[in-house]
């Protein structure tokens, strides 16, 4: 077997970890970076044109300044690199204003998108139904809807983020790995010992960013903790008479209803003639291994019927495009972040139960500096491990 060592290995280079990696090369680390497939890729979490981006997250005003700070970070990586990543196009959260139905980590939405935006001075309007209808004809709320409008939300598009992050490593001098599956990942005194095909790699520091597969390598606890779903990503066709706004839609994220499924999100139109939109499945686990790719046009139908129709304007119910993707999820839908309980040599990051690669940036710089200098700026103790009961 060979042996090489590095001062901080990252094991999974999708959102945080390539963000990760990226910045340990930037101060100067000795750094390598593992993935078992070649990113950006279409195996994981990290892909499908665009994921949306805001700063009064609704999920939680912990999140908020990992937000913010990330919006900083992909400005300065487009100043780097000359690629856009960051569309700040606004973003909308449509709802009833007393919305308290129960969702995996979007319960009370709207309320909470308001009070963060409040909290921390984030620009912002609170638009009435008839507003939203006027201002964005391809949005049609009902009338006891209201809307939580940030001008400075967005999206990204993740393949290109991911793609500069890794770039940026290779330039300031990491060392990449590709089509590389770690088998093992062992403390080794106060160090790591990771274990790979034909070699043992040395480390000071390990962070797994691992996504869907974390739980497979770490073991308990954390396959208890993390729950890899199968999610869907539709492609819509505008109608001919579609309005003409969804060039310049801002995204949008819509709970209703009274169920916990009643969720979806979208896109303006890139192309002009399609429209991204999504729900989230929250059912049984699966196997990240073995995720079934094919897509019914059912499945599109019913996405259609359950969730655009009546809301959507000129979105027809033909899917031109499919695609799928995979939420890792903690029991309370926020991130899991911390250092593993038998060593704490191993960091453990992205299981960001699908609403983090807005945060991702953020996280790579956090994660970097709690690996270099033991703490990070931004206090990442609400995602610790110990606020779940241990068996």
């Known amino acids: 077997m060979t042996h090489q060592s590095f001062d901080v290995v990252v094991i999974g280079l999708g959102?945080?970890?390539?963000?990760?990696?990226?910045?340990?090369?930037?101060?100067?680390?000795?750094?390598?970076?593992?993935?078992?497939?070649?990113?950006?890729?279409?195996?994981?979490?990290?892909?499908?044109e665009t994921r949306i981006t805001r700063r009064g997250i609704g999920e939680g005003e912990t999140y908020v300044p990992l937000a913010v700070r990330s919006h900083e970070i992909w400005r300065e990586l487009e100043a780097e690199t000359g690629q856009s990543m960051l569309f700040e196009v606004g973003s909308i959260v449509i709802s009833q204003a007393d919305d308290n139905v129960e969702r995996p980590g979007r319960t009370g939405f709207i309320r909470r998108s308001i009070a963060a935006a409040q909290r921390y001075g984030i620009a912002h309007e609170i638009l009435g139904a008839d507003e939203i209808r006027q201002r964005f004809p391809n949005l049609i709320p009902a009338g006891d809807e209201i809307g939580y409008y940030e001008p400075g939300g967005g999206y990204l598009?993740?393949?290109?983020?991911?793609?500069?992050?890794?770039?940026?490593?290779?330039?300031h001098g990491a060392t990449i790995k590709l089509g590389e599956i770690v088998t093992a990942i062992t403390p080794d005194g106060s160090d790591v010992s990771i274990t790979l095909g034909g070699e043992t790699i040395h480390a000071g520091r390990a962070?797994?960013?691992?996504?869907?597969?974390?739980?497979?390598?770490?073991?308990?606890?954390?396959?208890?903790?993390?729950?890899?779903?199968?999610q869907v990503m539709h492609w819509f066709a505008l109608a001919p008479?579609?309005?003409?706004?969804w060039r310049d839609s801002p995204v949008y994220m819509w709970p209703h209803g009274e169920e916990e499924d009643g969720f979806f999100?979208?896109?303006?139109?890139?192309?002009?003639?399609?429209?991204?939109?999504?729900?989230?499945?929250?059912?049984?686990?699966?196997?990240p291994n073995a995720i079934d790719r094919s897509i019914p046009l059912s499945d599109s139908?019913?996405?259609?019927?359950?969730?655009?129709?009546g809301r959507l304007a000129g979105v027809t119910n033909n899917p031109i495009k499919?695609?799928?993707?995979?939420?890792?999820?903690?029991?309370?839908?926020?991130?899991?972040?911390?250092?593993?309980?038998?060593?704490?040599?191993?960091?453990?990051?992205?299981?960001?139960?699908?609403?983090?690669f807005k945060h991702s940036a953020a996280i790579g710089e956090s994660l970097a500096q709690w690996a270099i200098d033991g703490a990070s700026v931004i206090d990442l103790s609400a995602f610790g491990l110990g606020r779940f009961s241990q068996p």
């Open 15 to 48: 959102a945080m970890g390539s963000a990760t990696l990226y910045q340990l090369a930037k101060r100067g680390i000795r750094a390598l970076g593992i993935d078992r497939f070649a990113p950006p890729h279409t195996e994981g979490s990290t892909h499908g």
């Open 157 to 171: 598009m993740p393949e290109r983020c991911v793609a500069a992050n890794l770039d940026m490593a290779r330039r």
């Open 207 to 230: 962070i797994v960013t691992a996504g869907a597969w974390a739980g497979g390598l770490l073991g308990a606890p954390f396959d208890r903790l993390l729950k890899p779903t199968r």
């Open 241 to 245: 008479d579609a309005p003409q706004q």
């Open 265 to 287: 999100y979208g896109f303006p139109s890139l192309d002009g003639i399609s429209i991204k939109t999504a729900d989230e499945f929250y059912g049984p686990p699966s196997d």
């Open 301 to 309: 139908h019913r996405m259609h019927a359950a969730h655009l129709a």
């Open 322 to 356: 499919t695609a799928t993707c995979i939420y890792t999820a903690t029991p309370d839908s926020a991130f899991l972040i911390d250092r593993h309980p038998a060593s704490a040599a191993i960091l453990v990051a992205s299981p960001c139960s699908g609403h983090g």
